[in-house]
């Protein structure tokens, strides 16, 4: 079992930046897969970044090319999604997710483990 505890997220002026955080239970972090989805009000759960087990392979939603990075930190159990240049369109309730694979992951069903959510909004 993995339990997963996202922070960071709140209110922020257009254009400005955040950085969530997703902590994780265990001693097998280093075996998991690891991605960041969003859910915007009225709309279905999406993929916004993923990253394999050891940092060397990211992905990201084109949406947030060139403003997110998703990164983590093995030691410290904690996945990082850095986000610059944000817009209101980005406002969402982020979720970090894990599944134990070498790969890297962009559907949200092949992913076993959820956080709860951190709400991040952007004003205009």
């Known amino acids: 079992q993995v339990q997963l505890v996202e922070s960071g997220g709140g209110l922020v002026q257009a254009g400005g930046s955040l950085r969530l955080s997703c902590a994780a239970s265990?001693?097998?972090?280093?075996?998991?897969?690891m991605g960041w989805f969003r859910q915007a009000p009225g709309k279905e759960r999406e993929f916004v970044a993923a990253i394999n087990w050891s940092g060397g392979i990211t992905y990201y939603t084109d949406s947030v090319k060139g403003r997110f990075t998703i990164s983590r930190d093995n030691a410290k159990n904690t996945v990082y999604l850095q986000m610059n240049s944000l817009k209101p369109e980005d406002t969402a309730v982020y979720y970090c997710?894990?599944?134990?694979?070498?790969?890297?992951?962009?559907?949200?069903?092949?992913?076993?483990?959820w956080g709860q959510g951190t709400q991040v909004t952007v004003s205009s």
């Open positions: 997710a894990a599944v134990r694979t070498t790969g890297i992951v962009t559907m949200s069903s092949s992913y076993d483990y």
């Open positions: 265990g001693r097998t972090f280093s075996s998991y897969a």
